[in-house]
């Protein structure tokens, strides 16, 4: 029965794909966007990308290689160069992060040892071996805010000993299950640790603290090209997205193939840069990047933002969830942080002959700003800015197994693509320049998790 039942919804999901590029074909030919991108080659992209073959293309797995192949092929296909940088005039952008897997943690306070159920850690450092005075010691409170304090101390580093009360027990719980998995970093030039101990126990007169953990390193791939401009090469005009996700459920049965997560945003790259080579002559160099590991902590952007001056990157256009229409309409799209800059105000200027425009985060209390690879450009002040369609606080497919090519509208993914395409052009002419993101005003970087 499951064999029949999943071959009937294959050639459901196929009639569905050849409906949808009839679809797509007609409304392009009546559009003003007509033939600015190829709807085939879309389809053709995002069916690979989020294709059961990649089985959710997971950090670390064989089937994430197989992912960066299909784009380095397509960036040779298209005719980009790849990024200097990079070893061999390779478009894989490959380097190594660290994993930190915690082994053993023991607390005594006061004496009195602490079961392991009411203690966490997150660190950066193989041992620790802590007594008075080897740590800042804190205490939070009944009434105090938990998760501020901890992000307070995670952004200043340090190691740090935290009492918590039990009445953030399920917050607590929360933290635990998410340090006992391990911590991923692309440095660890930071030495620091926060041990948390849930406990009632306000009067720490004295406390035993040791420690240990395996760190292992793991190679990781962005796949990057390049379109050189040929008036102002140094200034960069840089199209991103993210082409891993989560893999598959821990039984291995089912599959996260992540479509609109984000196998969508990462085919509009890879056609967006068919659109501009194809056009030629844009005057300043454009930028493609697909990053990974976007879902275990963002560390392809990171990486990625080591490698470039990013003075030289006049706007980042991160493209993230566009496979389903947006509360404002079909084809529509908003971006995130359009305060932080004048970014979203000159690209609108592209689209009102088209009656269309790109607005604002819906969703401010979400904090998607920072939420995905464009925040690590922006902590560096370049205007970078994330794009998406999807209606987050309502989407039901959202890092579920049902985020598949079926859960899409792809007549509404088309039509954004090309608008991204229309209202980007100005700064590919080198025709506007954006206002920098006030490196001040943006949320730091976390060193210790």
């Known amino acids: 029965m499951m064999n029949i039942f999943n071959t009937q919804m294959k050639t459901a999901n196929n009639f569905r794909l050849k409906a949808l590029v009839a679809a797509i074909a007609i409304t392009s030919s009546f559009s003003s966007f007509a033939e600015l991108i190829s709807s085939k080659q879309v389809i053709k992209d995002i069916t690979y990308l989020a294709g059961d073959n990649l089985k959710g293309r997971a950090s670390f797995s064989p089937e994430i290689e197989k992912a960066a192949d299909y784009i380095a092929k397509r960036f040779a296909d298209i005719g980009l160069k ?17 994993q930190i897997k915690p082994q053993a943690l023991a607390v005594s306070l006061n004496e009195n040892n602490i079961s392991s159920e009411n203690l966490a850690i997150a660190s950066t450092m193989k041992k620790l071996s802590w007594q008075q005075g080897n740590a800042q010691t804190h205490v939070i409170a009944k009434d105090d805010d938990m998760r501020a304090t901890l992000s307070k101390l995670n952004q200043s580093g340090g190691q740090h000993l935290v009492i918590i009360n039990t009445a953030h027990a399920k917050l607590f719980k929360g933290y635990q299950g998410y340090f006992k998995r391990g911590l991923t970093k692309l440095s660890l030039e930071h030495r620091g640790a926060i041990v948390m101990v849930l406990s009632d126990e306000a009067n720490i007169e004295k406390y035993n ?29 840089l199209y991103s997205s993210h082409y891993d996700h989560l893999g598959t459920t821990p039984d291995g049965k089912q599959i996260y193939n992540g479509a609109d997560d984000d196998a969508s945003g990462t085919t509009a790259v890879l056609n967006l840069a068919q659109y501009y080579q194809e056009k030629g002559r844009n005057k300043r160099t454009l930028m493609f990047s697909a990053f990974t590991a976007e879902e275990i902590g963002g560390f392809g952007s990171k990486y990625f933002s080591q490698q470039l001056n990013p003075d030289d990157v006049i706007a980042m256009i991160n493209i993230e969830m566009i496979g389903k229409p947006s509360k404002f309409g079909a084809g529509t799209v908003w971006m995130t942080g359009m305060e932080r800059s004048n970014l979203g105000a000159l690209l609108n200027e592209k689209l009102v002959a088209l009656n269309t425009e790109i607005y604002q985060d819906p969703y401010p209390e979400q904090g998607l700003f920072y939420r995905s690879d464009n925040a690590t450009l922006a902590r560096l002040g370049v205007p970078a800015h994330s794009f998406s369609s999807t209606q987050l606080d309502k989407d039901q497919h959202y890092h579920q197994v049902s985020d598949n090519i079926a859960s899409l509208d792809l007549t509404s993914m088309h039509k954004v693509i090309e608008s991204l395409a229309t209202a980007t052009q100005s700064l590919v002419d080198g025709e506007v320049t954006p206002t920098r993101v006030d490196k001040e005003k943006v949320r730091a970087q976390g060193k210790i998790y």
């Open 209 to 237: 603290v040791s420690a240990s953990a395996e760190i292992t390193q793991q190679s990781l791939t962005n796949v990057v090209g390049v379109l050189p401009g040929v008036e102002s090469p140094e200034e960069v005009v």
């Open 82 to 98: 790849p990024l200097a940088s990079n070893e061999n005039s390779s478009f894989l952008q490959s380097f190594t992060v660290h």
